[in-house]
């Protein structure tokens, strides 16, 4: 339950901010109509959820964005864009709040939610603005191309948030015996499930699965995506943008769930399961 709370609170987040920085002159106000109800959507079940749960803060802070969100969506309507967008930021801030309080109270921790939330905001948002050529075939080709933009860079601060961790592990690690590759391996592993660890058969399967989905097949996909934009065939794009959509959100949840299934090494050399509830892994 925890788990889909701080996957939703990084969604909305990372949307709000996308929607923020979307062109609003090039697209139409329908477009961040729809969005802003997604938003609106996706706040309450986290607000619902967090009562639940017994966070408090958490509720007020969702149910808050909830509202916010509503009065966006209804300020789209009326083409008061401005609003709207000031809206949208509003809805990010709150958020991001609750996004950087489910993690460890580390830089490097609220870096990596902060970037995980936005490369699943940011990909989700291409994907729908890619839909919304159907509604709009005269908007212009490059509104989408900047978007892919934004999403991969994006990507590229996650990713080198995350090599820098792992090279910050390899570095500061006792290393045993054992050959360069299963040190570096070791430190692939520390980074990615936030903390010196090794894994069980589930989370070997699942740190393969973040790395080949999450942080390496994501970016071949935005590159096709963006290459189909030359042709130019906004429809082809938007259905590559559809699997990134899965690839992102496999990826992410994936990260979450090493955060649950780290075999923590103890002092001793044996290794005890640890049932972690939120770890906020990257």
């Known amino acids: 339950m925890n788990l889909l709370v701080d996957f939703l609170c990084r969604f909305s987040f990372g949307l709000a901010v996308a929607l923020c920085i979307t062109p609003s002159m090039l697209v139409p106000s329908g477009f961040f109509r729809v969005n802003t109800l997604v938003l609106l959507g996706l706040t309450t079940f986290a607000a619902l959820l967090s009562s639940t749960l017994g966070l ?17 969506s209804v300020l789209w309507y009326a083409d008061r864009r401005l609003a709207g967008l000031v809206c949208s930021g509003i809805v990010a801030t709150l958020c991001g709040v609750v996004t950087v309080q489910f993690g460890e109270p580390t830089i490097t921790q609220a870096g990596v939610r902060i970037l995980s ?29 900047r978007s892919i933009d934004q999403t991969l860079f994006v990507w590229g601060l ?13 570095s500061t690690a006792e290393h045993t015996n054992a050959t360069l590759a299963s040190n570096v391996f070791r430190a692939v592993t520390a980074a990615t499930s ?75 050399g044996n290794q005890n399961q640890d049932q972690i509830l939120i770890k906020g892994a990257s």
Not at 158 to 170: H, R
Not at 224 to 244: C, E
């Open 158 to 170: 996650l990713f080198c948030l995350v090599a820098t961790m792992v090279i910050w592990y390899f």
């Open 117 to 145: 939330g936005c490369l699943i905001g940011f990909t989700l948002n291409a994907m729908l603005l890619g839909h919304w050529y159907l509604n709009a075939p005269g908007m212009r080709v490059d509104v989408l191309r």
């Open 194 to 268: 936030g903390g010196i660890a090794s894994l069980d058969e589930t989370g070997l399967a699942l740190l393969w699965l973040r790395w080949l989905a999450g942080l390496l097949g994501l970016p071949v996909l935005l590159f096709m995506s963006r290459m189909t934009l030359d042709i130019p065939n906004t429809q082809s794009a938007t259905g590559i943008l559809y699997v990134a959509c899965l690839a992102v959100i496999l990826g992410e949840l994936t990260a979450q769930l090493l955060g649950m299934t780290v075999v923590r090494e103890n002092l001793g």
């Open 56 to 72: 408090s803060v958490n509720t007020w802070l969702l149910s808050i964005a909830a509202i916010v969100a509503w009065f966006g």
